[in-house]
């Protein structure tokens, strides 16, 4: 699975847009980008994922480069509870299983 | 639809003791994963199995370390002797079939090794 490349913090105002970045650089034509975050003493949770278009669920949106060597997680309007570590992870998305987790982004929202 | 369940939460040993973790999947969910988490790190994969079988156990210290899923469906992860460095989180994550499938995650059991 390809590596991935975060920033280790960010900080974002409660109301907020947070738009965390993710370069991806030797990503495969066949490997998904997924997005996970796991709030403090809990499991990682599944954000989002996609391959070439953008994407968006209720949770965020998901911005790929034409190139698909970066992505940016939009978290449209954050709040408190969005304080978390979140993972960018590219991974195969049909056939591949292990997601293989780099060290993330601590974002914290501030009020 | 209820969660993956892990107990216990919390546990404390000395090193050289054994200790057990057990996991319950989400009902139907085939492929379970044991993943350790040292402090400041994510995840990393220990094994996972497809109903009863192992499918990866490539990073599993398997001098110590092993696991079992019996029936396809509950999971037990072991490790004897415990060490110092054993000390972290480890996770329980259940998915549907394999491949892309969204793998979800119970709330984690904290090891502390003295």
């Known amino acids: 699975d390809a590596k991935t490349t975060q920033p280790t913090s960010m900080d974002c105002a409660e109301g907020r847009a947070a738009n965390l970045p993710c370069n991806h650089s030797?990503?495969?034509?066949?490997?998904?980008v997924y997005w996970y975050r796991q709030i403090h003493s809990q499991g990682p949770q599944y954000i989002i994922h996609?391959?070439?278009n953008n994407e968006t669920n209720e949770m965020a949106s998901l911005i790929i480069t034409e190139d698909r060597k970066s992505s940016t997680l939009i978290l449209p309007h954050a709040t408190l509870r969005d304080t978390a570590v979140y993972y960018c992870?590219?991974?195969?998305?049909?056939?591949?299983?292990?997601?293989?987790f780099g060290e993330g982004t601590q974002l914290t929202v501030n009020p | 639809e209820a969660g993956v369940a892990q107990s216990p939460r919390y546990k404390i040993i000395e090193k050289r003791q054994s200790v057990a973790f057990w996991c319950n999947p989400i009902?139907?969910?085939?492929?379970l994963y044991w993943y350790q988490q040292i402090l400041g790190q994510g995840p990393k994969l220990l094994i996972q199995?497809?109903?009863?079988?192992?499918?990866?156990d490539s990073q599993l210290p398997k001098d110590r370390f092993s696991a079992e899923r019996l029936k396809g469906v509950d999971s037990t992860l072991k490790i004897q002797p415990a060490k110092l460095e054993d000390s972290a989180v480890y996770l329980c994550?259940?998915?549907?079939?394999?491949?892309?499938?969204?793998?979800?995650f119970g709330p984690g059991t904290r090891l502390t090794v003295l």
């Open positions: 009902s139907g969910h085939a492929t």
């Open positions: 199995f497809q109903n009863n079988g192992v499918v990866d």
């Open positions: 996609g391959l070439k």
């Open positions: 994550a259940s998915s549907k079939g394999t491949g892309g499938d969204t793998q979800y």
């Open positions: 992870i590219v991974r195969v998305g049909r056939g591949g299983s292990r997601l293989t």
């Open positions: 030797t990503i495969s034509g066949n490997e998904y």
